[in-house]
């Protein structure tokens, strides 16, 4: 800011500029779609002891789980919806179709794993999704997990019945 300024918005760069210098922000490359030589986007999903491997590719919306069908892999509706989620948040739905194979935990874990890993191949393989499943909470992994038992109680915090005689 060594130079002389004639005008508030001269000024208002000027500064701007300076700090920009200062902190070493320049604007960030946008980001680029990842796929692999078949067109498919890849990504992990976890949650509680679940892990699901998701790829993703442009098709129909048919979701396969392990081999199998969704609807009869996660027979309950609410599971369902689950999987729904990242692609009504994106607003693609029907447009891919998923590949995934989930392992660990129980139903609910899974399709929470596999909610997981599809919200994250969607923003590599388009990642102007981003935002709207960044908003949705969709790409934070949950990480609650199941508390220890401990030596001298019945479960993680329960004690054993006490009796006085």
Not at 82 to 108: E, K, Y
Request: contains cysteine; glycine residues 10%; charged residues 25%.
């Amino acid at each position: 800011m060594a130079e002389q300024v004639t005008s508030l918005d001269e000024l208002a760069k000027a500064v701007t500029d300076d700090i920009g210098a200062v902190q070493g922000t320049e604007t960030l490359a946008p980001r680029e779609p990842v796929r692999d030589e078949l067109g498919r986007s890849y990504a992990t999903g976890k949650r509680k002891d679940a892990v699901a491997r998701v790829w993703i590719k442009p098709g129909s919306g048919k979701v396969t789980v392990n081999g199998k069908d969704q609807q009869v892999y996660f027979a309950r509706p609410v599971l369902q919806m689950i999987l729904r989620q990242p692609f009504q948040v994106a607003g693609v739905d029907g447009q891919f179709d998923v590949m995934c194979t989930v392992a660990g935990g129980g139903l609910s874990g899974q399709a929470g794993a596999v909610k997981h890993g599809i919200s994250k191949a969607l923003q590599l393989y388009d990642p102007s999704l981003r935002g709207a499943l960044k908003a949705a909470g969709f790409l934070t992994r949950d990480s609650r997990v199941v508390e220890r038992k401990k030596y001298g109680r019945a479960k993680a915090r329960k004690s054993f019945q006490f009796s006085k005689r």
